[in-house]
């Protein structure tokens, strides 16, 4: 059984660029969520993506967008890069039986990817 | 509105005594709560999970926790610490697909 891995591990941009992050999820689950974690700070949920479509939002602007591949697979895209914006990207997989929403499910992470925005 | 709160940001015990960490939510009705654990560098890795099953949640490496409604309170609890126990702890509580919601950490560190 395969993780959860996200790719690149690290990655440095410069304010207004456009970053891509992708991340594979484990073998057997359906759903996919990303997370920001800020340096010293628990995460904080950005979105969720379920059968290739968005189905639940933190509050981040329209600029944070994802996709959600057939295999499950999943990119995390921020576009007009903020200093901000510099954290620890976490991606987590999980298997939703059926229905998208349940508090039951498990989230199995990634171990993320760190960005610096200069 | 719903919230988690995580009352220490950093615990300190000595090898071998107890260790408690502390979380309380706030929320309309029972959540499904979770706690996870993050050494550095490393994903997230989930310690325990209650979904309103038994309110003493058996979890992995000795830790187990306790859901008290009255007290809308999960903490975390371990008889007797251990040096790789040493790691950063989140209580996070999922409501629906738009309502995940972490704890902003503590970090527990063992003494020898």
């Known amino acids: 059984e395969t993780g959860v891995t996200q790719s690149p591990t690290h990655l440095i941009k410069t304010r207004g660029q456009q970053v891509t992050l992708r991340c594979s999820s484990q073998?057997?689950?359906?759903?996919v969520s990303w997370y920001q974690q800020a340096l010293g700070q628990g995460p904080q949920f950005i979105f969720q993506?379920?059968?290739?479509?968005?189905?639940g939002r933190g509050n981040f602007p329209p600029r944070f967008s994802g996709l959600q591949f057939p295999n499950y697979s999943s990119e995390l895209n921020v576009n007009a890069l903020e200093l901000d914006d510099s954290a620890l990207y976490l991606c987590?997989?999980?298997?939703?039986?059926?229905?998208?929403?349940?508090?039951?499910?498990?989230?199995?992470f990634g171990a993320g990817s760190r960005l610096t925005v200069l | 509105a719903q919230s988690v709160t995580q009352l220490d940001s950093h615990v300190s015990v000595s090898e071998g005594t107890p260790v408690l960490l502390r979380c309380n939510y706030s929320s309309s009705y029972s959540p499904s709560l979770f706690w996870y654990v993050q050494h550095p560098n490393k994903g997230l890795q989930l310690l325990l999970k209650y979904t309103s099953a038994a309110t003493l949640v058996k979890g992995i490496n000795g830790f187990e926790a306790e859901f008290k409604k009255s007290e809308t309170s999960f903490h975390l609890t371990k008889p007797s610490a251990h040096m790789s126990d040493a790691a950063e702890y989140f209580c996070v509580v999922i409501l629906s697909a738009s309502k995940i919601i972490f704890g902003s950490g503590t970090r527990l560190s063992i003494r020898p």
């Open positions: 073998s057997g689950h359906n759903t």
């Open positions: 993506y379920y059968r290739e479509e968005e189905n």
């Open positions: 987590a997989s999980s298997f939703a039986g059926g229905h998208p929403i349940s508090g039951a499910n498990v989230l199995t």
